[in-house]
């Protein structure tokens, strides 16, 4: 089973994103949260705050460490995961379902060509990722 669905974009940081028109939905990686090891608090920008491609949006607390969570693409915050931020484990649980994180409008599209396809963000967390011997 993969753990990097084909549909979603991602960052170098280990966000992904899934873009449906001008509104896009931001969490981090399968990856990330076995990183990360248990989840205990997520820290997300307020709505109407602007996040910026690149840049700390937030931050992601679990028994190991605290991470900032980088931003995929820029534009302004439409909505924050409440039931993330009041069940943080939803994000070891969901990564990729009920523990996404924001949902964003896009700022500027030409943003999501910096960003990599399913393909090119395994074979990132395959150089970085310690290797399982297959």
Known sequence: MSTVPDELRYSKEHEWIR????VVTIGITHFAQEQLGDVVFVELPE???TVRQFAS???VESVKAASDVYAPVSGEVL????????SPELVNR????????????LADKAELAQLLSADEYRSHI?????????
């Open 19 to 22: 873009a449906g028109g001008d």
């Open 47 to 49: 709505k109407g705050a």
């Open 57 to 59: 949006l937030g931050v």
């Open 79 to 86: 909505e924050r995961n409440v039931k993330v931020i009041e």
């Open 94 to 105: 969901s990564p990729y379902g009920d523990g996404w994180l924001l949902v964003v409008r």
């Open 126 to 134: 395959g150089e970085t990722a310690p290797s399982t011997g297959d």
